[in-house]
């Protein structure tokens, strides 16, 4: 890897990191739903910009169809499911916990895409689960059902990242590939009208928000334009120069970003016991994702 891909890959971690502390400003003003449409909606309107000017191909060839619903797992439901747990956990909590969606990968697709676990995987998703109760157990939210409510809308959201990534590939890889960029922007768009009857339905029967809120709206247009536009961009031209797997390594890197973030910003802090869990999640991924070596085994047979 070359500097400039190290430069990136920080640069992605960053401002994924922030994702993080914005949602977790904006939810508890504007709610979960709000926030999740304007994110998405941005997201749509920040990628539509960056193709045009661009002038990127908008050929979705046969896969329109396959991109919209891709959007709806890949980016509505988890991001809504973020910005409630934003209500209720820590931007650090809600990073690390983001960071089990490789696990997550390897139970659906264990379970329902036919695919192999080794006894190494096999070992860090039981390792990762250990952590996640560890984290559970020293929530530093209002209370623990709220941060049990919390973790498992952070695991809905990284479930939904494994389906589709599995179903990226059935729909989209193996049946002639479509430009990343493209199938991103298709996902926004598909994310925007699944959510936008929920946003219509909360700001007209929902409680009464204040929408004059300068710094709320600051965060949801980085979040949507940044943290999803811009980032989208940045991690498929990372994915083009140094891989899928070595691009996966920016699990790692952002939830110290966010710790960091929401501590400079919010004064959040975090205990030894998140720590720990936090480490011990950390790991459990890399035992997943890291390749296995394979041996050889060469038979030989006699010469006649």
């Known amino acids: 890897m070359r500097i400039s891909d190290y430069i990136r890959l920080l640069l992605l971690a960053a401002i994924w990191g922030a994702s993080f502390l914005f949602m977790r400003i904006a939810a508890p003003e504007f709610g979960a739903i709000n926030t999740a449409f304007l994110r998405v909606f941005f997201g749509f309107v920040g990628l539509a910009v960056i193709l045009f000017s661009i002038k990127s191909s908008f050929n979705f060839d046969g896969k329109f169809k396959s991109s919209l619903i891709l959007g709806v797992i890949n980016s509505g439901l988890p991001f809504f499911m973020y910005c409630l747990a934003a209500r209720w956990l820590p931007a650090g ?30 070992g860090g998703v039981i390792l990762g689960l250990v952590g996640i109760m560890i984290i559970t157990s020293v929530g530093e939210s209002h209370s623990t059902n709220e941060t049990i409510a919390g973790v498992v809308a952070c695991l809905v959201a990284t479930g939904c990242y494994g389906v589709a990534g599995f179903l990226t590939r059935r729909w989209i890889s193996n049946k002639g590939g479509l430009d990343p960029k493209t199938v991103a922007f298709g996902s926004q768009i598909g994310a925007t009208l699944f959510l936008l009857p929920f946003f219509i339905w909360s700001t007209t029967t929902g409680p009464t928000i204040n929408w004059m809120q300068g710094e709320v709206w ?38 110290p970003f966010a710790v960091l973030w929401s501590y400079l910003a919010l004064d959040e802090t975090i205990n030894e016991g998140f ?21 050889a085994t060469i038979k030989s047979e006699a010469v006649k």
């Open 93 to 122: 909590y809600s990073a690390i916990l983001n960071a089990t969606t490789p696990l997550m990968g390897a139970l659906i697709g264990f379970a329902f895409f036919g695919e192999k676990l080794s006894k190494r995987k096999w």
């Open 218 to 255: 600051a965060s949801v247009l980085a979040v949507g334009i940044i943290c999803t536009a811009f980032a989208y961009i940045l991690y498929f031209r990372l994915i083009a120069d140094i891989g899928p797997l070595r691009s996966l390594t920016v699990t790692f890197l952002i939830p």
């Open 275 to 295: 720590i720990v869990g936090a480490l011990i999640v950390c790991v459990s991924v890399w035992l997943v994702v890291s390749p296995e070596k394979v041996r």
